[in-house]
């Protein structure tokens, strides 16, 4: 069975399943801020990037396992998917502080937000569908059915288009944000999880978790154009500088590659089972959270190497875009 999921005490229903630029805010601090999901330990870890530190850790409601994570690219919403309380939180990211508890479905999975913290996605991997979220009223106001046990999540920049992994259907699906309608959908490797969209929103990039690979779809055709294989078990993505970052779980490592040429050109060892990534504001820092090492490895895109490990919490997972603010 694999292990990259939701929980690992998830019962019932399944076991283990499948896991940005710098502007000042009115609503945050200046200093761009990680926030990690501890999923053992029913709490989130706020990193100070500016000191590389964990400066706050909200705590949450037991039993809450955090594992899907958005941060609005103003930095004024964070929301938290909880697969097994079946809730969103909504975190204040100018107190950073716990301002809502949304239900959301049976098993919130990948987790969006858009730029302005006003609209959220949660993905639900049990009910096949996303919910919408309205972050001003915390309250779901639609529902978008999808494919099978839908994963990862991303918004395009205007918050005009969402884009899901459909895990057991092997699609990605994108989604007019206006009229909550399916309108194209892409066969892609086995079992995609993490997205990514690149900065000119031209193509899409999805993590297979059991193709062990990564698929390039051109969003112009919705057509795969590329397949580059990655490692065993790759499971979210990030950018930097002219390559792509993957999280490879079973070799805890991120895999480097070179979308031009379509092919791996490094693998970086970091903790134990990497699964959530992102990109720092200053785009040459990449954080991963370490599932098994309870940590946060630091890579140097530039120098390809890990330049700082910060302790966090037990089972860091941070699933989504958990850096902000960034500049869209």
Request: hydrophobic letters at 40%; charged letters at 20%.
């Amino acid at each position: 069975m694999e292990r990259s999921g939701l929980s690992s005490s998830l019962t019932g229903k399944a076991a283990v399943l499948t896991a940005a630029f710098f502007v000042g805010s009115s609503n945050t601090s200046a200093t761009p801020f990680a926030y990690i999901t501890n999923q053992k330990a029913n709490s989130v870890s706020i990193i100070d990037t500016a000191t590389g530190t964990v400066t706050k850790t909200v705590n949450l409601k037991p039993g809450t396992e955090p594992a899907g994570v958005a941060v609005s690219a103003n930095g004024s919403r964070i929301c938290i998917a909880n697969p097994t309380a079946k809730t969103v939180t909504v975190i204040d990211g100018s107190s950073q502080t716990v301002a809502a508890e949304i239900s959301a479905g049976s098993g919130p999975v990948g987790i969006a937000v858009d730029a302005k913290g006003e609209v959220g996605y949660a993905a639900d991997w049990y009910e096949h569908y996303l919910a919408v979220l309205d972050l001003k009223s915390n309250s779901v106001i639609g529902k978008i059915p999808v494919g099978h046990s839908p994963a990862g999540v991303v918004i395009s920049a205007d918050g005009s288009k969402v884009y899901v992994a459909n895990r057991d259907d092997n699609s990605v699906s994108e989604i007019d944000a206006k009229t909550r309608a399916v309108t194209r959908t892409v066969t892609v490797g086995k079992h995609p999880f993490g997205l990514l969209l690149d900065r000119t929103e031209k193509t899409l990039y999805s993590a297979n978790v059991e193709s062990n690979d990564v698929s390039v779809v051109d969003l112009a055709r919705m057509q795969v154009v590329g397949t580059v294989a990655v490692g065993d078990r790759p499971y979210a993505l990030a950018a930097a500088g002219d390559r792509l970052f993957v999280t490879v779980q079973y070799d805890n490592a991120v895999s480097v590659v070179d979308p031009k040429a379509l092919k791996t050109v490094g693998k970086i060892a970091v903790g134990e089972y990497p699964e959530g990534i992102a990109t720092h504001p200053d785009g040459n820092h990449v954080y991963v959270a370490n599932w098994f090492s309870n940590s946060v490895s630091v890579i140097d895109a530039t120098a390809l190497k890990v330049v700082n490990t910060i302790p966090t919490g037990d089972g860091s997972r941070a699933f989504g875009a958990f850096i902000g603010p960034r500049e869209r």
